[in-house]
């Protein structure tokens, strides 16, 4: 059965940091792309990151690039989240998934993903 466990999430002040982690298992751990999503109170889903496990390629949506982060331990099948001078517009519920399938050039739509994680919430306060 497949299974994204996300956790690391928390409360800090601007500036501070997170590290957010997403436990795979099951087919998950062999998806052609892992990503983390946001979303804040009242908008739309958005794609942070995403990762291609097998050649460790990665992508960031501009407004995070140069911030976050985002790495695999293979060994232990979690892809991390790094989230460093973290600003109050990144509080959001945070959500990791995998696409067993997906394509690299539609790493930020939704859709392209089967498998999401519960969620971990992030609050950054000013």
């Known amino acids: 059965q497949v299974q994204l466990v996300a956790s690391g999430g928390g409360s800090v002040q601007a500036g501070g940091s997170l590290r957010l982690s997403c436990a795979a298992s099951?087919?998950?751990?062999?998806?052609?792309?892992m990503g983390w999503f946001r979303q804040a109170p009242g908008k739309e889903r958005e794609g942070v990151a995403a990762?291609?496990?097998?050649?460790?390629?990665?992508l960031y949506a501009d407004s995070v690039k140069g911030r976050f982060t985002i790495s695999q331990d293979n060994a232990k099948n979690t892809v991390y989240l790094q989230m460093n001078s973290l600003k109050p517009e990144d509080t959001a519920m945070y959500y990791c998934?995998?696409?067993?399938?997906?394509?690299?050039?539609?790493?930020?739509?939704?859709?392209?993903?089967?498998?999401w994680g519960q969620g971990t919430q992030v609050a950054v306060s000013s």
């Open positions: 998934a995998a696409a067993p399938s997906g394509r690299w050039y539609s790493w930020y739509r939704e859709n392209e993903y089967k498998y």
């Open positions: 099951g087919y998950a751990s062999g998806s052609a792309l």
């Open positions: 990762i291609d496990p097998g050649t460790g390629n990665t």
